[in-house]
């Protein structure tokens, strides 16, 4: 078993190379598939790929299976999704067969996302999660879950130890059928070498990238930079609705010094010029944005909800209170010393190489291995 190429199906509702889990499900089967294992993928939707051969042996590309299925009410195209996922995977044959997607039936199940019960409370309040457990979307996405994470014949796969300790304590999950793999970054996309000399020529240039700019805390964001004792200026990039954020930077009197970008798929360039990541994230499991951030020199300043945070101890100025701002401000002041900057995008950058996607993909293999041992 040790020896021979694995057959292994990968589940991902949407397989595309862009995205949060999307990129990751697109990294992981290109990256199992130049290994050397026999890859497919069952989706209900993909993007333009060289993957879809149907000839016997290895391929190097994964071989994409598109399922369709329903695209609009999420209850129904979860429900959907993970029946005909269900069938198609056994009809295969498989060794073993991981899920980026909340499906039920899978032997690794990659809680990417986080836990929903954690994400609703942190997103919402305790109240408003109550209230939006009787939603049909909820109410499915948390069945799922609780379905997945009771069943003791799934290894479920975290992207960070606050991932892990939220499942532990919520759904009484076993410590062996829970595995650590934080995600993978391109070292060479995400290089320092990239960085603009004249960055920060003009003041302090602190980046915010996210979509979800409520949950993401972008209004935190605006209320530390107002706040800030450096004359710093501050860069949105992504694709949500900027109207109630423009106005409240009005308010703030800060709409000189912010500059909305729009969605945006060059980060890499926006981050050759920043000085720093502020991210003051009410939830995330583990934002891709501040390794990438990391990879590329830069500190990241974000919240104890993420994460990453953990991951990145000592490239990172963590607040614990995703509100609070005066900290959040405190942080970028500090952050304006070139030095320490430098120096915390240094640490930043070695620790982004020890999870490269080849370290990740290796890290999967191990974990594929010793469940079929």
Known sequence: MSGRPLRIGLVVERFVPHGGVEHVAWEVAHGLSRAGDEVHVFCREAGQTTGSDTAGGPSVHPRVHVLGGPRGWQPLRVRAFSRAAGSATRAHGLDLVQSFSRTRHQDVYRAGGGCHQSYMERAYGPIGARLRRLSPRHATLLAMEARIFADPAQTILCNSRMVEREIRARYDVPPERLRVIPNGVDLARFDPAKRHAEAGAEGPLWLFAGHGFARKGLDTALRAL???????????AGGDDPAPFRALAARLDVSERVRFLGARDDLERLLATADALLL????????????????????????????????????????????????????????ADRTRAREMGARGRALAETTSWDHHVAALRALYRERLA
């Open 226 to 236: 107002a706040a800030s004792k450096s004359d710093g200026r501050l860069h949105v």
């Open 280 to 335: 003051p994230t009410r939830y995330d499991a583990f934002a891709n944005v501040c390794l990438e951030a990391a990879a590329a020199a830069v500190p990241v300043v974000t919240s104890a909800a993420n994460g990453a945070a953990e991951f990145l101890e000592g490239a990172a100025l963590v607040v614990d209170d995703p509100e609070d701002h005066a900290a959040f401000a405190l942080a970028l002041d500090q952050l």
